[in-house]
């Protein structure tokens, strides 16, 4: 498999062959280490990171994801130091997905930088574009986020549970809803902990 020619094809954002030969056998060997992977978190709490590392296109240290995450090729994923991924992940990868430092993302989240074509004779011959995705440092995703292709959500922020995220999001505010938009900035008088250092 020459992964570089495809992820040349996937990234482009041109139109493309979804189910050609080549992606199809990229698709099925993510689909299978991420199985590897979903087993092991099931079945003895072991966070296996080489397997994904061996798949992704860079993981950071202290980077946990919880079991049942599924992506679509792997080659198009970096994540960053000291993230946490809530179970049900489920991440399209059809081009660039950038994970920041200190990132949390809640369960059932999803990625999805892919989309099928909205002419309904190219979506039948299986047209699909994509655009990338990227999570600033420090960004909060709650529960059953949704983010679309081409988003990229601003450091420090946080989407609220449930939203579907189809624009960029500037960084330090709160967000939500569907569309996902902005509903304040984040403020000093949010502060309301300070860790104590041993």
């Not at 992977?37 to 966070?47: C, F, Q, S, W």
Request: proline share 4%; charged share 25%.
């Amino acid at each position: 498999m020459n992964i570089e020619k495809i992820k040349q094809i996937t990234n482009s954002g041109k139109m493309y062959d979804d189910a050609a030969e080549e992606i199809a056998k990229v698709r099925a060997h993510a689909l299978a280490m991420c199985r590897k992977y979903n087993l092991k978190v099931n079945t003895n709490d072991e966070y296996d990171m080489s397997i994904l590392k061996e798949l992704f296109s860079q993981v950071g240290e202290n980077v946990y994801i919880e079991s049942n995450f599924r992506c679509e090729f792997g080659f198009n994923i970096s994540i960053g130091n000291d993230v946490y991924i809530n179970h049900d992940m489920i991440i399209l990868d059809c081009n660039e997905v950038k994970i920041g430092n200190d990132v949390y993302i809640g369960p059932r989240a999803g990625l999805y930088a892919a989309n099928h074509a909205e002419d309904p004779f190219e979506r039948a011959d299986k047209g699909v574009y994509s655009g990338p995705i990227t999570l600033e440092d420090r960004v909060w995703l709650g529960g059953d986020v949704k983010i679309t292709q081409g988003v990229t959500i601003g450091e420090n922020s946080i989407i609220g549970a449930g939203s579907v995220v189809t624009k960029d999001i500037p960084p330090n505010v709160i967000a939500a809803g569907n569309p996902c938009r902005v509903i304040r900035p984040i403020q000093f008088a949010d502060k309301r902990w300070t860790r104590t250092k041993k």
